[in-house]
């Protein structure tokens, strides 16, 4: 048995199988702040209902060599993580476990370790990381795992119904490679090995999944029109969908209108998350509002991809850096999509619902569609094959983001989205090598003190994140997860001041983004390894440097800030 403290409960599942029955748990019904503790002892098998209920706790320990299986609900998990002893086993039927929470302040870690965990019948697993061996069962299960520098050893019985999103900014894509036993390797553009070992359900190979690359920085997601959007030719408007190979289309030059024959249309699918931690990473499409560009423009609601881009001033910008939640806003009314994208002999501007936009320009992303096995791809760039300049710069985007937001108060008769609250306080806490999180004794000047056990090696730095695209505005380019901005980083013991370096000297450090200056910014979660035999007296004290911090999103989930 479990040793149990007020701050946890274990099941003991003395009445029936229910998760809300106080007389199944020695401490109640798990609730925040509260650990579930589940001992399956030598080999017993736990069924747990949900009844269908959403359920917020601190984490999940499974001890034993057991299977603990929960149906038909959610569970939240704040603050710790989900444990599972070697042997065991968590099987979620119909459920979804959630682990993924920005840095509140009591801190958080999210992440899900040890056994198996199956993911079965239209079931979700969620975590910061993940490092338990996967199984699949059953349709439309997914996993989404928030952070990179951690490796999934196995996942087995994947389907085309299932979905896995790696959803970090270092990512800008992901592949497989063949192990030598046959299975499959998940791995990133840098090979940093993402899923260790993949097998496919019966009759499945890598050919039936397709990758969805996730947005971000460095990122290339969806850039195409949804159905029903129509494209102006020489004849009239005719549906995207409606266009062939060979049919002329109305592009707009310098010199005024032109004719160009469509040498390419593609075709995919797109499955949104509505878990997903922010709007613009949850795939749903953008929706323009009839003139909300001007009057006419469009003449109907347009429907397209976030990275689409619209041609105004004379050069590109995505339609995600124009979302005013008022007459431009991600519709989330859609679960998953069809969508398309048009290519011309050069690359050039359309004319979609009377909004100007761009045409298909090859980035590398063709094989993305359907029925391009035999199509070459380009690798085009932005800037020497395209026909304008793409332009993200707030200098430019941001007048033209304020001049349709402003028409949008005018339309929507001053009914807007207010803009969320924020706090510069970064909520700085470290995480040990032994998982033991310090709180900062003080704070001097830009520095915090913290004091931490002499045989500590390494330690995180955790803050609350929030993205610049998020706190200013989405005109600004910047949607990295911004915790802090580390300076000068020393520790403090017997024999004196011994500086810490390899922040900012690794290229590829964990939990960090590139180097600015004297500062290199966390991601919510910056890894540090520290010099070893430093004399002291069983503590030692670290003196972190904070040269920036915030703004951050209050109320810091990672629904609202990602």
């Not at 579930?36 to 984490?59: A, K, M, P």
């Not at 380019?477 to 500086?499: C, E, F, K, Q, W």
């Not at 004290?541 to 904070?546: A, G, N, Q």
Request: charged share 20%.
């Amino acid at each position: 048995m479990t040793t149990i403290s007020a701050t946890t409960t274990e099941w003991i599942g003395i009445d029936n199988g229910l998760w809300n029955d106080p007389d199944n748990w020695t401490n109640g019904v798990p609730r925040q702040g509260i650990t579930t503790v589940i001992d399956t002892g030598n080999s017993e098998d736990f069924n747990i209902d949900l009844g269908g209920g959403s359920y917020q706790i601190s984490g999940i320990q499974i001890t034993g060599n057991g299977n603990v299986t929960l149906s038909d609900g959610s569970v939240g998990v704040y603050i710790q993580t989900v444990q599972l002893a070697q042997n065991s086993k968590l099987t979620l039927n119909n459920a979804t476990v959630d682990a993924i929470y920005q840095i509140t302040d009591t801190g958080t870690i999210g992440a899900v370790t040890g056994g198996t965990i199956a993911i079965t019948n239209g079931s979700s697993l969620k975590a910061n990381y993940i490092t338990s061996n996967i199984t699949f069962s059953g349709p439309k299960n997914e996993i989404y795992q928030f952070w990179s520098g951690y490796t999934i050893p196995t996942m087995t019985n994947i389907s085309p119904d299932d979905y896995i999103l790696f959803s970090a900014n270092e990512w800008a894509g992901v592949y497989w490679n063949q192990n030598a036993d046959g299975s499959y390797r998940i791995v990133d553009t840098s090979d940093n090995v993402l899923v260790a070992s993949m097998r496919f359900a019966p009759g499945s190979s890598p050919s039936d999944f397709r990758w969805i690359r996730p947005y971000g920085a460095g990122y290339s997601g969806l850039v195409c029109f949804l159905p029903g959007t129509m494209i102006r030719t020489p004849h009239g408007e005719v549906r995207v969908e409606d266009l062939a190979v060979g049919d002329k289309v109305v592009t707009l030059t310098e010199n005024g209108i032109d004719c160009s024959p469509v040498s390419w249309i593609g075709k995919a699918h797109a499955k949104t998350d509505p878990h997903a931690s922010s709007d613009d990473m949850s795939g749903a499409p953008v929706r323009i509002l009839k003139d909300a560009i001007s009057q006419g423009v469009p003449f109907k609601d347009l429907l397209i991809t976030p990275e689409h881009c619209l041609f105004i001033g004379g050069k590109f910008m995505p339609a995600r850096m124009l979302v005013n939640n008022t007459t431009i806003f991600y519709d989330k009314s859609f679960s998953d999509y069809d969508y398309y994208h048009v290519e011309t002999a050069r690359h050039s501007v359309l004319v979609s619902d009377g909004l100007a936009t761009e045409s298909y320009l090859d980035t590398g992303n063709r094989k993305t569609f359907v029925g391009t096995e035999s199509c070459e791809t380009k690798n085009l760039k932005w800037g020497e094959d395209s026909y304008a300049e793409l332009n993200t710069s707030p200098e430019f985007v941001t007048p033209i983001f304020q001049a349709i937001a402003d028409r949008g108060r005018i339309l929507s008769s001053g009914n807007v989205s207010e803009m969320a609250a924020t706090t510069d306080t970064p909520m700085l806490r470290l995480i040990t090598d032994s998982g033991k999180m310090i709180f900062p004794l003080r704070k001097s000047g830009q520095s915090y003190l913290f004091m931490i056990p002499d045989n500590t090696s390494e330690i995180q730095i955790t803050s609350n994140t929030s993205r610049p695209s998020d706190v200013i505005g989405p005109f600004v380019d910047d949607r990295r997860n911004l915790g802090v901005a580390v300076g000068r980083i020393s520790i403090i013991s017997a024999a004196g001041h011994t500086p810490v370096t390899t922040h900012l000297e690794a290229r590829d450090a964990q939990g960090w983004h590139e180097v600015e200056g004297d500062a290199r910014w966390t991601n919510g979660r910056g890894k540090v390894t520290l010099p070893e035999a430093v004399p002291s007296l069983g503590q030692k004290m670290i003196s972190i440097e904070i040269k920036k911090a915030g703004p951050y999103l209050k109320a810091t989930s990672y629904k609202k800030a990602a």
